[in-house]
């Protein structure tokens, strides 16, 4: 028994659930695909200036380069080395990177694949992004080096050696994902490569780690490999910071895999969160936004204070993995913005703004078959930059959500009501609704099909406020709509359903 305390006390304080953001800011954003270039100008021109707090890169480990199909997106994901070489770019480049973001005060993620190498029909010598030799068919990766015997594959008792069956947990843990050679991570030594991975970065100064595929992982091996890693790098973060944790599990219920096995390890994503979300936007189900007044542990969900949260993710925004068809995505734009502009104003969970490319759709029987298409490139598969239109919107089908006015001022909402309660409560039974941030914010939402012209408590200080969703404030005026907030906090609201954009947000930095 006092061993257990003593365990879960040690637990706790290796617990890895603050994502140290600088300067009262709250949200991160996945730059998915993005040069690791593109990424240091993006923190100093426009994260940093807009509020953003931090950037989950995609993985920046060595990955086998696949050209059938060509170049798709998921090549990143299996891993071949440690090397810091990537399609985003060099390690020198990923350095310049961590250090100019860190600079400005935004944080770096790294998203850290390490439940598996490629594929075991990856091949001998065929192409890898630093150019390093492996060889699939014998599991020898020379340049960590991994062999034969660092994966599982004596302990998976399925007859494809794949996970067969998602309610056998064994298999789950410890057979290939989709044929992905499987690390065994119980063994000191893959550990220790991985822990030496993570802490080069930490070095190198990032904040911490999305962790792909944890649900393929055992949460004890999980635990060491985390109580491993060294303390944030004190040039940027302040003594003893241990480094932020959000671990990919991918738990809509229904598997005997729960997220609960590993909220005591660090942050888990949420996927019910955009999956219920997105029904509830949708109208699907017979759902409604007035369902949302107990929206967070009210719904089944994790605890606030465990949970990683976002609209949609770079998997299942391809109508690929979790929730399916009802998850709301850029392609989506005028219920994006909603369903992005409710999650930021929302207090659950640490938010995550997904930043896209654009692919060419193509749905076979409802099935995209294009949903393997990677990132804007040239014809030799290299990465294109993002280039920066003059009206800052991002060209070459780089979709940039995180520049849309509405999901950027929305961003700043929540850095300007963080702390603050979910306060002053409005519905109409229906598909509009309202509430507060204490007496820093309020956000009012028109879903129906009908008008919304309603009287309503804000709980701000009286006087005129900016909208931030049809504008801002600039200087002494707003470019959009004004709302006047009387003496006793309440406010007149008019907003058609027919708007562009049938939601107003209101905040005590949008006062004139
Ligand atoms: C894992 C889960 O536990 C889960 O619940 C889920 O929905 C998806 C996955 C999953 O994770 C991966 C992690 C990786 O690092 C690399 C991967 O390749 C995967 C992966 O493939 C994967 O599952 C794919 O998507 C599911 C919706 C399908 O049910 C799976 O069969 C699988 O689909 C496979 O995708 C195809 O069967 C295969 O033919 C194809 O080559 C392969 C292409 O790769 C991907 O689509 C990568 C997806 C991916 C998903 C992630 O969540 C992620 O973090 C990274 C990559
Ligand atoms: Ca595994």
Redesign the pocket.
């Known amino acids: 028994m006092k061993l257990l305390v003593l365990a879960m006390l040690l637990g706790l304080s290796l617990a890895q659930f603050s994502p140290h953001m600088k300067h009262g800011r709250t949200s991160l954003v996945h730059l998915f695909e993005w040069r690791w270039a593109d990424i240091a100008e993006e923190c100093e021109r426009y994260l940093a200036p807009n509020g953003y707090g931090g950037v989950q890169i995609s993985p920046p480990s060595e990955s086998i380069v696949i050209t059938n199909p060509w170049h798709?997106w998921?090549q990143r994901?299996?891993p071949i080395s440690y090397n810091l070489c990537s399609r985003s770019g060099t390690e020198n480049e990923l350095r310049d990177m961590i250090t100019r973001c860190n600079n400005v005060g935004v944080n770096i993620y790294v998203d850290a694949?390490i439940?598996?190498m490629c594929g075991a029909g990856g091949g001998e010598g065929k192409h890898s992004s630093c150019g390093t030799y492996f060889n699939a068919n014998t599991k020898d990766f020379p340049s960590v080096p991994y062999s034969d015997w660092d994966f599982n594959d004596g302990k998976c008792h399925t007859s494809s050696g794949d996970i067969e069956n998602?309610h056998d947990i064994n298999q789950?843990r410890n057979c290939r994902?989709?044929s992905?050679l499987d690390l065994a991570l119980e063994k000191d030594y893959v550990r220790s490569k991985v822990i030496e991975y993570m802490n080069k970065l930490i070095d190198m100064g990032v904040a911490g780690f999305r962790v792909?595929?944890c649900?393929?992982m055992w949460p004890g091996d999980l635990s060491i490999i985390y109580g491993s890693l060294n303390n944030l790098n004190t040039k940027w973060f302040s003594g003893g910071s241990r480094p932020f944790i959000f671990q990919?599990v991918?738990d809509l219920g229904g598997e005997p895999i729960t997220s609960s096995e590993y909220t005591g390890l660090g942050r888990v994503t949420e996927f019910k969160y955009g999956a219920k979300l997105g029904k509830v936007m949708r109208r699907w189900d017979g759902e409604k936004l007035c369902y949302l007044r107990n929206w967070g542990e009210g719904w089944a969900m994790m605890p606030s204070d465990k949970a990683l949260v976002f609209v949609d993710?770079?998997?299942n925004q391809r109508g690929?993995?979790?929730g399916g068809a009802s998850i709301v995505t850029f392609w989506d734009s005028r219920l994006y913005k909603m369903a992005v502009g409710l999650m930021l104003a929302h207090p659950y969970g640490v938010t995550r703004v997904m930043s896209s490319f654009r692919w060419d759709r193509y749905f076979v029987d409802g099935k995209d078959k294009n949903?393997?298409m990677g990132p804007p490139s040239y014809g030799n598969g290299t990465t294109k930059p993002v280039p920066i239109n003059p009206d800052t919107t991002c060209g070459d089908s780089w979709v940039c959500e995180h520049r849309w006015r509405q999901i950027r001022n929305m961003v700043i909402f929540r850095n300007v009501v963080d702390g603050q309660p979910l306060s002053n409560w409005w519905d109409n039974g229906s598909n509009q609704i309202a509430f507060g941030r204490g007496s820093r914010g309020f956000i009012v939402i028109n879903n129906d099909d009908w008008i919304l012209d309603d009287t309503l408590n804000t709980g701000l200080p009286g006087g005129t406020y900016c909208d931030v969703i049809s504008g801002q404030k600039e200087g002494s005026r707003c470019t959009g709509k004004q709302v006047t907030v009387e003496s006793d906090g309440r406010a007149y609201f008019k907003i058609s359903n027919s708007e562009e954009d049938p939601f107003i947000s209101i905040h005590a930095e949008s006062k004139l």
């Open positions: 798709p998921w994901y299996q694949v439940n598996h998602y789950v994902l989709v992905l792909d595929a649900k393929h990919e991918i993710n770079h998997d690929h993995g979790a949903d393997w």
